[in-house]
T-cell receptor, first 113, second 115 residues
Framework: DGGITQSPKYLFRKEGQNVTLSCEQN?????MYWYRQDPGQGLRLIYY???????QKGDIAEGYSVSREKKESFPLTVTSAQKNPTAFYLC????????????FGSGTRLTVV | AQKITQTQPGMFVQEKEAVTLDCTYD???????LFWYKQPSSGEMIFLIY??????QNATEGRYSLNFQKARKSANLVISASQLGDSAMYFC????????????FGSGTRLQVQP
């Protein structure tokens, strides 16, 4: 079955360390997105990519980096520059030209210890 | 810049009753799409309903309907015959069909269905 796989489900990081969150899709979607969600709040866009080898900053890109070397993969690195990285991270994908059809992964809960 | 506003942080409804979750939006685009998602405590995002800005009729999907008032820039979600399993966070979101074409979300409404 097609879908988005995020791993790991839970991640613990020590302060000052970089950590990479995985997002893989087998839907043949062109566009992929990373969102951050803090407790009791909505989703905020970190980065998005509409095509391989290209990506754009979203609303809260500081302290994060991404790559899009393959259509299926859009990993997110949370760097030590991100001052408050503890949050729930959701990856999504969509057809480039579809009216709707966003698919979300099940999320990664990152905790800084 | 596009913006979504959900003014109800929390709502209570009795089982089997209908409930309306409010959503207003702001955009300068003429072409856009409006979405509602349900997020249970597990964290997954479940798509509920979609309304295009040029759709003349309000969208319906089973017990969900979207009360779309374009002039007022509102896109309220109506859930009929509430069930205990409807208890969750509900998010309104918008995508403009030009520009970055990523979903912008509101802050959400936590709905609790009481027996």
């Amino acid at each position: 079955d097609g879908g988005i796989t995020q791993s790991p489900k839970y991640l613990f990081r020590k302060e000052g360390q970089n950590v990479t969150l995985s997002c893989e899709q087998n839907l043949n979607h062109d566009a992929m997105y990373w969102y951050r969600q803090d407790p009791g709040q909505g989703l905020r866009l970190i980065y998005y990519s509409q095509i391989v080898n290209d990506f754009q900053k979203g609303d809260i890109a500081e302290g994060y980096s991404v790559s899009r070397e393959k259509k299926e993969s859009f990993p997110l690195t949370v760097t030590s520059a991100q001052k408050n990285p503890t949050a729930f991270y959701l990856c999504a994908s969509s057809l480039q030209t579809g009216a709707y059809g966003y698919t979300f992964g099940s999320g990664t809960r990152l905790t800084v210890v | 810049a596009q913006k979504i506003t959900q003014t109800q942080p929390g709502m209570f409804v009795q089982e089997k009753e209908a409930v309306t979750l409010d959503c207003t939006y702001d955009t300068s685009d003429q072409s856009y799409g409006l979405f509602w998602y349900k997020q249970p405590s597990s964290g997954e995002m479940i798509f509920l309903i979609y309304q295009g800005s040029y759709d003349e009729q309000n969208a319906t999907e089973g017990r969900y309907s979207l009360n779309f008032q374009k002039a007022r820039k509102s896109a309220n979600l109506v859930i009929s015959a509430s069930q205990l399993g409807d208890s969750a966070m509900y998010f309104c979101a918008m995508r403009e069909k030009t520009g970055r074409r990523a979903l912008t979300f509101g802050s959400g409404t936590r709905l609790q269905v009481q027996p």
